[in-house]
């Protein structure tokens, strides 16, 4: 019996161990099947991850091919971007020269038309003539003015300005006087903004004197003067064309030779504005004398009699202007 257990346990556990040596036979099988079966796997894989690297160099030389064409595009693009920005600097600059070349011609044309068209005389008398000329009235010391005129038996001119006492006007041209237009409004920023401002400002004058004293003045003096530089700041060479082109449209403009200097401050006293004329007459054959007609200006009229005994004490004769008469015309600065 003992011996038949023992038998049958070995049987057993030779039969166990046998199953089980053929189930790891088995198992082994399975996974070497497995292994090969990653192993190909893998061998793909690294196949597939070959040709995508191929796939990635290819693309990678084409976008180094493609960028050096784009690098070699932008540089021919600057160079003519250069060029192009150079021919226009070219044409700008012959086109401003060529604007130059015109203007200068235009104004060459003006000055002789002008020339050709003024009567006014172009040179200074000889003979002891004074012009006594009066800016920026008429004013409450116009009426004034003109008695101590006609005393001295003097005729002279007054440069009216529009915003003034216009009502005084006929008593000017009554009394023989000439009426001489010097602006509407006096205003630098307004007149000198163009020419033509300047002309319809002066338009406006001229209608304005017309309407009152019933004359067609054609006799001028620019505010300032016709050297004046302020302009300059509203109009660069304004005053070298309207020097011209009021020639052209038929007016004499005056400037003047000897200023009494009463408009270098308030109140000048008389005696310094006697001086200042009488003192630059002596020097000279024939005179403009600038002064001024306006409320403020009562020392003028204090020096008038003072002015007009000195002056025909030196043989002066006082005379109104004319459109032919000499302009004792400044040099122009603008
Ligand atoms: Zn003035």
């Given at each position: 019996?003992?011996?038949?257990?023992?038998?049958n346990?070995?049987?057993?556990?030779?039969?166990i161990?046998?199953?089980?040596?053929?189930?790891?036979?088995?198992?082994?099988?399975v996974?070497?099947?497995?292994?090969?079966?990653?192993?190909?796997?893998?061998?793909?894989?690294?196949?597939?991850?070959?040709?995508?690297?191929?796939?990635?160099?290819?693309m990678?030389?084409?976008?180094?091919?493609?960028?050096?064409?784009?690098?070699?595009?932008?540089?021919?693009n600057?160079?003519?971007?250069?060029?192009?920005?150079?021919?226009?600097?070219?044409?700008?600059?012959?086109?401003?020269?060529?604007?130059?070349v015109?203007?200068?011609?235009?104004?060459?044309?003006?000055?002789?038309?002008?020339?050709?068209?003024?009567p006014?005389?172009?040179?200074?008398?000889?003979?002891?003539?004074?012009?006594?000329?009066?800016d920026?009235?008429?004013?409450d010391?116009t009426?004034?003015?003109?008695?101590?005129?006609?005393?001295?038996?003097?005729?002279?001119?007054?440069?009216?300005?529009?915003?003034?006492?216009?009502q005084?006007?006929?008593?000017?041209?009554?009394?023989?006087?000439?009426?001489?237009?010097?602006?509407?409004?006096h205003?630098?920023?307004?007149?000198?903004k163009?020419?033509?401002?300047?002309?319809?400002?002066?338009?406006?004058?001229?209608?304005?004197?017309?309407?009152?004293?019933?004359?067609?003045?054609?006799?001028?003096?620019?505010?300032?003067?016709?050297?004046?530089k302020?302009?300059?700041?509203?109009?660069?060479?304004?005053?070298?064309?309207?020097?011209?082109?009021?020639k052209i449209?038929?007016?004499?403009?005056?400037?003047w030779?000897v200023?009494?200097?009463?408009?270098?401050?308030?109140?000048?006293?008389?005696?310094?504005?006697?001086?200042?004329?009488?003192?630059?007459?002596?020097?000279?054959?024939s005179?403009c004398?600038?002064?001024h007609?306006?409320?403020?200006?009562k020392?003028?009229?204090?020096a008038?009699?003072?002015?007009?005994?000195?002056?025909?004490?030196?043989?002066?004769?006082?005379?109104?202007?004319?459109?032919?008469?000499?302009?004792?015309?400044?040099?122009?600065?603008?």
């Open positions: 019996m003992k011996k038949f257990i023992k038998t346990v070995f049987i057993i556990v030779v039969a161990l046998s199953a089980a040596l053929v189930g790891m036979s088995a198992w082994t099988v996974l070497n099947i497995q292994n090969h079966k990653l192993k190909n796997r893998v061998v793909s894989t690294m196949a597939d991850m070959d040709k995508t690297n191929d796939r990635y160099d290819k990678k030389a084409e976008n180094d091919a493609t960028n050096s064409e784009n690098a070699a595009l932008e540089k021919e600057l160079d003519l971007k250069f060029k192009l920005e150079a021919a226009q600097k070219e044409i700008k600059d012959a086109k401003s020269l060529l604007n130059k015109s203007a200068k011609k235009m104004i060459e044309a003006e000055k002789a038309l002008a020339a050709q068209n003024s006014q005389a172009t040179v200074i008398p000889e003979s002891k003539v004074c012009y006594l000329t009066f920026d009235g008429p004013s010391c009426l004034e003015i003109l008695k101590i005129l006609d005393t001295y038996n003097a005729k002279a001119t007054f440069f009216v300005v529009g915003t003034a006492k216009l005084y006007l006929p008593q000017i041209v009554e009394k023989g006087h000439t009426i001489g237009l010097h602006s509407n409004t205003n630098y920023s307004k007149i000198y163009s020419t033509d401002a300047f002309f319809n400002d002066l338009t406006a004058l001229s209608q304005k004197v017309y309407d009152v004293a019933g004359v067609h003045s054609k006799v001028i003096r620019f505010p300032g003067g016709s050297s004046n302020v302009s300059k700041s509203y109009c660069k060479g304004v005053m070298t064309r309207l020097t011209s082109q009021v449209k038929g007016y004499a403009y005056f400037d030779n200023d009494s200097g009463d408009a270098s401050g308030k109140n000048v006293p008389a005696k310094t504005i006697v001086n200042n004329v009488l003192n630059s007459a002596a020097k000279k054959n005179i004398v600038l002064m007609d306006t409320s403020s200006k020392t003028t009229v204090e008038l009699p003072e002015i007009l005994k000195g002056l025909k004490a030196m043989g002066y004769r006082f005379e109104a202007l004319n459109e032919k008469c000499y302009g004792f015309q400044h040099t122009v600065r603008n």
